[in-house]
């Protein structure tokens, strides 16, 4: 039974990287739009109309890119370890936030580290397995993963 009053032997918030500011994005793209156009009515003027969709449709990715990037940025997983769980609430950029209470008894943390990919923070406890911190460097994720061993090791001490 999880109680307000018990203490907290771990907390931890995870969020990606933050992209650049709105204002410098802007920025940006207003001068890779500039660049673009510059170079596109050369080429118009010279007779090869052709390349000037192309360049406006750089100049869309590189702001479509910012954008998803910003949004990405809104996400966060946060952690709480108390002695009667763990609880782990996911927020994601878009749609509704899930929360998961894991014991902290039972809970084992895997770090797996594959030959090729990405490596991922497993939480595994009777059959649930949940992926933290998909978005931390490497060395961020396995410096996150032996503090939360360290965590679970005195919350399963306590009395």
């Known amino acids: 039974m999880l109680t307000r009053d018990e203490p907290i032997y771990f907390k931890a918030v995870l969020r990606p990287n933050p992209p650049l500011p709105p204002i410098v994005c802007l920025c940006l793209v207003v001068a890779v739009a500039t660049v673009n156009i510059t170079i596109a009515l050369m080429f118009v003027f010279r007779g090869a109309w052709p390349v000037m969709p192309f360049m406006g449709a750089d100049v869309l990715?590189?702001?479509?890119?910012?954008?998803?990037?910003?949004?990405?940025?809104?996400?966060?997983?946060?952690?709480?370890?108390?002695?009667?769980?763990l609880r782990v609430d996911?927020?994601?950029?878009?749609?509704?936030?899930?929360?998961?209470?894991?014991?902290?008894?039972?809970?084992?943390?895997?770090?797996?580290?594959?030959?090729?990919?990405?490596?991922?923070?497993?939480?595994?406890?009777?059959?649930?397995?949940?992926?933290?911190?998909?978005?931390?460097?490497?060395?961020?994720?396995?410096?996150?993963?032996k503090a939360l061993l360290s965590a679970l090791d005195v919350a399963r001490q306590a009395n």
């Open 90 to 145: 996911y927020y994601p950029a878009r749609g509704q936030p899930r929360h998961v209470g894991l014991n902290p008894y039972w809970v084992r943390v895997e770090l797996d580290e594959p030959l090729w990919g990405r490596s991922a923070i497993v939480l595994a406890s009777h059959g649930k397995r949940l992926q933290i911190g998909s978005f931390l460097s490497p060395r961020d994720r396995a410096t996150f993963a």
């Open 61 to 85: 990715a590189l702001a479509w890119a910012f954008l998803v990037s910003s949004r990405a940025a809104k996400r966060r997983e946060e952690l709480e370890l108390r002695r009667s769980e």
